[in-house]
């Protein structure tokens, strides 16, 4: 192998690290804060990474997709099912 294709081979090894293979995403049409207990995700108080967001009280989450590990503790946490796991 040359060095050429050995540098491509390990920027195609890093970028694979770094991207993550599922992802949550929240939709958006399901998600009714003002139905959680005082308006607080309970997606959010379940996310053990704290990687799903919520600004204040009857604020809709966000998750930052570049963080998200898609475990998936939030998923089963939201009684809306607004929330699932993607595979990217």
Known sequence: MNGAS???DSYNTDKE???????ALVDY????PEKCDSGVCAAVLAC????????????IPMVDP???????????ACPLK???IVRI
Do not use: T
């Open 6 to 8: 050995r540098i491509i």
């Open 17 to 23: 690290e770094l991207m993550p293979s599922k992802m």
């Open 29 to 32: 049409k399901k998600c009714y």
């Open 48 to 59: 053990s990474h704290k990687l799903i967001k919520q600004e204040a009280s009857y604020e």
């Open 66 to 76: 570049s963080l998200c590990q898609g475990c998936g503790d939030y998923v089963q």
């Open 82 to 84: 607004a929330i699932k």
